[in-house]
């Protein structure tokens, strides 16, 4: 029988505890890696290409809201990735969805739940709650900007993020390790896409979508 690889990534061990309880419960044997900041998910997923899911927390030590989610959906473009969270009203869960999450867990769900959402995003499903379907995107600015950011390709999602984070162009040029001139070319890019004059003003693009998050 299969074994499936599963990254828990969230910063409350209890919360990390009571998804693992959950996996644990499906059929199969189940290798479980945990990690309590983003920088550790990335790590994790990075030393283990073959996982087969990211249950990913919105509101990590580390990262601000979508952008974590932007960036994992960015570099490692194979991993489903489901995203769990307090915060799950439509809005929420319908911009996880549109920016990639493979599904959305509630913190309020109970085990049978979590695993049904498990097997529904293993299966090549995309799940989100009973009742909490995505709403509306009632800002039409918020909707266009996530239009605009599902043009970008992975790369420049994942330059996108790191100006987010305040880097400058060699300091992501390192982190990539391409050059400084590659670096200005995606900036560019993004500068066309979002339909903005300056990384600034792409950075406060990206804030609008990164609403404060309930852990």
Same mark, same amino acid.
């Not at 919360?15 to 309880?21: H, M, S, W």
């Not at 239009?147 to 162009?169: F, K």
């Given at each position: 029988?299969?074994t499936?690889?599963?990254i828990?990534? #969230? *910063?409350?061990p209890?919360? %990390?505890? &009571?998804?693992?309880?959950a996996?644990? /419960?499906?059929?199969? !044997?189940?290798?479980? +890696? ?15 290409p073959e ?7 919105l ?9 974590g989610?932007?960036?994992?959906r960015?570099?490692?473009t ?7 969270s307090?915060? #799950? *009203?439509g809005?929420?869960? %319908?911009? &996880?969805l549109e920016?990639?999450?493979s /599904?959305?867990?509630? !913190?309020?769900?109970? +085990?049978d ?6 097997n ?9 709650p009973?009742?909490h ?10 909707s266009e ?17 790191m ?6 162009n ?8 391409v ?19 300056s990384?600034?003003q792409?950075?406060i ?5 990164n ?5």
């Amino acid at each position: 029988m299969q074994t499936l690889t599963i990254i828990i990534a #969230d *910063d409350h061990p209890l919360f %990390r505890g &009571a998804l693992k309880q959950a996996v644990q /419960g499906l059929p199969g !044997k189940q290798v479980i +890696l945990e990690a309590g900041d983003f920088e550790a998910a990335r790590r994790v997923a990075r030393d283990n290409p073959e996982a087969d899911l990211m249950l990913l927390d919105l509101a990590m030590p580390g990262v601000s809201g979508f952008s974590g989610l932007m960036s994992m959906r960015a570099e490692f473009t194979g991993l489903p990735i489901a995203i769990v969270s307090a915060s #799950d *009203d439509g809005s929420t869960i %319908r911009r &996880a969805l549109e920016l990639g999450a493979s /599904g959305f867990i509630s !913190k309020s769900s109970g +085990l049978d739940d979590i695993r049904a959402a498990v097997n529904a995003v293993l299966d090549g499903d995309i799940w989100a709650p009973d009742g909490h379907l995505p709403a509306a995107e009632e800002d039409s600015s918020v909707s266009e900007l996530l239009e605009r950011l599902r043009t970008l390709t992975p790369q420049q999602s994942r330059v996108l993020t790191m100006l987010g984070e305040g880097l400058l162009n060699k300091q992501i040029a390192y982190e990539l390790s391409v050059s400084e001139a590659t670096i200005k070319a995606h900036v560019s890019a993004i500068l066309l896409k979002l339909n903005v004059d300056s990384r600034t003003q792409a950075v406060i693009k990206l804030g609008k979508i990164n609403m404060p998050l309930v852990a």
